[in-house]
């Protein structure tokens, strides 16, 4: 089996953990908006997505490309500051597609908020839900920023990876 990693981010943490999973699994690595992104040409994805105020940056690309995914194992990553949980599946199921979320793997990735590199509109955004916040760790967060980047976090992917390939190997499939 052949697949790929397809990756949509705004501020840089979602392109490193995809070179990252790039070099643990040697897959190619493609910017969703690469003219080259086409994912009818492999046979399992692996999506990385920014979640930037509770949406997935991938969420118009994999719309405009579902019927070259959904029939695909798949394997989402997200990259935020929420950790895994019901409220980052909630963002998930309001993003993507019911068909796609049933059938594919997620892995949540930590990433990095530097409140100088945002809009003043994200930064709005964030003040208003720290403002709203009962969480005081999470508030601080959205307010000063964070840094979870941690390269064995990509660790539960190429597990994966190799369970698509070795399952395609299997004589029973």
């Known amino acids: 089996m052949n697949g790929a990693i397809f990756f949509s981010g705004q501020y840089g943490s979602t392109a490193q953990y995809a070179d990252w999973i790039g070099e643990a699994t040697s897959l190619p690595v493609f910017d969703v908006n690469a003219a080259n992104a086409d994912p009818s040409k492999y046979d399992f994805l692996i999506l990385g997505s920014s979640v930037i105020i509770y949406k997935l940056t991938i969420r118009k690309w994999v719309k405009r490309n579902l019927a070259s995914i959904e029939n695909k194992p798949v394997i989402l990553f997200t990259v935020s500051g929420a950790p895994a949980g019901s409220k980052l599946d909630?963002?998930?199921?309001?993003?993507?597609?019911?068909?796609?979320?049933?059938?594919?793997?997620?892995?949540?990735?930590?990433?990095?908020?530097?409140?100088?590199?945002?809009?003043?509109?994200?930064?709005?955004?964030?003040?208003?839900?720290?403002?709203?916040?009962?969480?005081?760790?999470?508030?601080?967060?959205e307010l000063e920023g964070f840094d979870f980047m941690d390269k064995s976090d990509i660790e539960p992917i190429p597990k994966l990876v190799q369970q698509f390939q070795s399952s395609e190997a299997s004589p029973s499939q």
């Open 90 to 141: 909630g963002w998930i199921a309001d993003c993507l597609p019911a068909t796609l979320v049933s059938q594919m793997k997620h892995v949540a990735l930590r990433g990095r908020m530097n409140p100088e590199d945002l809009s003043w509109w994200v930064r709005m955004i964030l003040k208003i839900g720290a403002w709203k916040n009962d969480d005081p760790e999470a508030k601080q967060q």
